[in-house]
């Protein structure tokens, strides 16, 4: 028998157990979290859709794996099947493992970015961003336009703008653009994909300035499931052979392992052959992050990374995943609820500029749906919008975000068909009164990255 979705391709063994708070605790906990998601506990949360990043449920194997944890300083046994196995996934050379995807991103900016340089990508990711910046440089998006139009459909709405590309380089000169970053799936642009045809130009772009493409690749294997089934040319290839086309068009990638590659903690540098690139990396990662052979993750970290790399490409797997997002999608779909259409690979980016029209983006609206959502029904998911993108690091001025979206991140593996239907059911509540609901106003916020510790209360 088929389903319309494709069904869990594992079976529970180990359950955690949540419980819901009655809404009266509720309100409480939030105005004591300063009406900021990132401070409530974790317990006082019935589905947490703030991220899928290391939220992830790690298989049997990996579990297993965990034991066979070699935690000798140096050259453990982990770190080489771990290279191995990168190495054939990615078809890179040079494989350094880091903590996670920041570290990876610390590590390697500063190499190719100062003062009066710029980064361009398809869009850079928050911490990306920081990173960009934190080096001296500056970051642009470009991102085609069709993925400013939350309406329509489009395949491969994570795109770069290839001819903006083009522009930007010559505007800003090519020898003062240290990295083209191409970020697959676009994860600030609704978890949407990116093109093999879009990659291999860019990166034709790229080579012909003379400018190293860097793919961020968080989200490389669910990017691979989308080329197969809406790519023309690829429907017979097998996401392996996808994943190793995608890779060679860039020269060196940084990856949250966190995500596609199902592990709590982990990242990863690759390198395709520049050896002089591999010994500058190693030179940094020693210091930053630890020896070469560990970067910052245990022994038994690496051999749980390496399986989960292999469990991340599997295609039932990625039909059972994207198919999660799918089903939540269609009964937003029956509410006309407004989200990133087609849903994207990780969550489903609700347009909460179209759910809430009347908050403008400098009171937040992805945010105050947020908000709504953990008073609700005990939800929590995260702004994706002008609170997140924060101040011009040159004038101190609210940035307007392209995107006012509400994330609601999926956990790989360990939310169920119900608990979609308990977001689904909440939203369309939500919608109901959508008018009575109040944009926020910043008490206190940091400099950058202000998201995670910004103080906030609701505008009266
Ligand atoms: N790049 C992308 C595209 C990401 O989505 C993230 C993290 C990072 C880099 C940084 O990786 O967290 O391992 O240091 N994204 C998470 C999220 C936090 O919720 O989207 P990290």
């Not at 390697?108 to 960009?132: C, E, Q, W």
């Not at 060679?248 to 050896?275: H, P, R, W």
Request: charged residues 25%; proline residues 4%.
């Amino acid at each position: 028998m088929k389903s319309k979705y494709y069904a869990e391709p594992f079976k529970i063994k180990m359950v955690e157990p949540i419980k819901i708070l009655s809404e009266e605790v509720r309100l409480k906990k939030i105005e004591e979290a300063h009406y900021n998601l990132f401070y409530l506990d974790s317990e006082d949360i019935y589905i947490d859709l703030l991220s899928d990043s290391g939220t992830g449920a790690m298989s049997t194997e990996q579990w297993a794996g965990m034991m066979k944890g070699d935690e000798a300083y140096s050259g453990s046994k982990n770190y080489k099947k771990l290279v191995e196995t990168a190495q054939k996934i990615f078809g890179y050379k040079y494989i350094q493992p880091v903590h996670q995807g920041r570290a990876a991103e610390k590590v390697v900016m500063p190499i190719f970015l100062g003062p009066g340089k710029y980064a361009i990508s398809n869009m850079h990711f928050d911490t990306t961003r920081a990173h960009v910046e934190i080096a001296g440089a500056r970051a642009i998006d470009c991102v085609v336009s069709d993925a400013l139009d939350t309406e329509t459909y489009s395949p491969f709405k994570g795109n770069m703008d290839t001819k903006k590309l083009i522009e930007l380089i010559e505007k800003y000169r090519p020898e003062n653009i240290g990295l083209i970053i191409m970020t697959i799936t676009n994860n600030s642009a609704g978890g949407q994909p990116v093109s093999m045809e879009n990659l291999k130009e860019t990166s034709e772009i790229a080579k012909k300035y003379n400018i190293p493409l860097l793919i961020d690749a968080a989200r490389f294997a669910e990017n691979a499931y989308f080329i197969k089934t809406r790519e023309k040319g690829y429907e017979d290839k097998s996401i392996r052979e996808i994943v190793l086309e995608m890779f060679s068009y860039a020269q060196i990638f940084t990856m949250s392992s966190k995500k596609d590659a199902i592990v709590n903690m982990g990242g990863l540098i690759g390198i395709k052959d520049d050896e002089e690139l591999y010994e500058e990396v190693k030179l940094k990662t020693i210091p930053l992050e630890g020896f070469v052979s560990y970067g910052g993750l245990a022994g038994r970290d690496l051999e749980a990374l390496a399986i989960g790399l292999e469990e991340g490409i599997d295609i039932n797997y990625l039909r059972y995943r994207i198919g999660q997002m799918e089903y939540l999608a269609s009964r937003l779909d029956e509410a006309g609820i407004p989200y990133q259409y087609p849903v994207g690979g990780h969550a489903v980016f609700i347009d909460a500029k179209k759910l809430l029209p009347h908050i403008p983006y400098y009171e937040f609206p992805g945010h105050a749906l947020a908000v709504e959502l953990y008073k609700e029904a005990g939800i929590r998911t995260c702004d994706i919008g002008s609170y997140m993108l924060g101040n011009d690091p040159d004038t101190g001025e609210q940035l307007q975000s392209p995107f006012e979206f509400t994330r609601l991140a999926i956990p790989r593996r360990v939310y169920t068909q119900s608990h979609l239907d308990v977001v689904a059911d909440a939203l369309i509540a939500i919608k109901e009164r959508a008018e009575t609901i109040k944009g926020y106003k910043i008490l206190w916020e940091p400099k950058i990255l202000r998201h995670f510790t910004a103080k906030l209360k609701p505008i009266e």
